[in-house]
């Protein structure tokens, strides 16, 4: 993951829950890959960010559990979601700039960007329409 940018933290984090059937506490994953609590916290927190993993409560308790997101459908409208929010700031940052290079450079990272969020939207169309089926 990092490749990716992604903290090795987070990365452990990814691939532990991938890995595991049910879901699982913070002290439960901080003690088996070894790091505290709080670490441990925080790069779930950014995974769930990532739209790759999910709380999930317990009734009449505070404790919380996660586990990895496993559908397809759901991780890609994540990722389409972070793209138009991403591709919406683009274009805040063109119409922002001044006209010159600094603006033409945005404006070429918008026109990478839009047929990118076009095909993530027909995937999860398409995604959505096979469940239907």
């Known amino acids: 993951m990092a490749t990716y940018g992604v903290p090795a933290?987070?990365?452990?984090?990814?691939?532990?829950?991938?890995?595991?059937?049910?879901?699982?506490?913070?002290?439960?994953?901080a003690a088996e890959l070894e790091i505290?609590?709080?670490?441990?916290?925080?790069?779930?927190?950014?995974?769930?960010?990532?739209?790759?993993?999910?709380?999930?409560?317990?009734?009449?308790s505070r404790r919380v559990l996660y586990e990895a997101v496993r559908d397809s459908e759901v991780l890609m409208a994540a990722s389409l979601s972070q793209s138009l929010q991403f591709l919406a700031l683009l274009r805040r940052g063109a119409e922002?700039?001044?006209?010159?290079?600094?603006?033409?450079?945005?404006?070429?990272?918008?026109?990478?960007?839009?047929?990118?969020?076009?095909?993530?939207?027909?995937?999860?169309?398409?995604l959505r329409a096979r469940r239907q089926a």
């Not at 600094?102 to 398409?126: A, F, H, K, N, S």
């Open 96 to 126: 922002a700039a001044e006209p010159g290079p600094v603006r033409e450079q945005i404006e070429d990272m918008v026109r990478l960007y839009e047929p990118l969020v076009e095909e993530l939207d027909g995937i999860v169309r398409r």
């Open 9 to 29: 933290t987070s990365g452990r984090v990814i691939g532990y829950l991938m890995l595991n059937a049910r879901p699982v506490s913070l002290d439960q994953m």
């Open 36 to 60: 505290s609590k709080s670490s441990a916290s925080v790069a779930t927190r950014q995974v769930e960010l990532f739209g790759l993993a999910r709380r999930i409560g317990q009734r009449g």
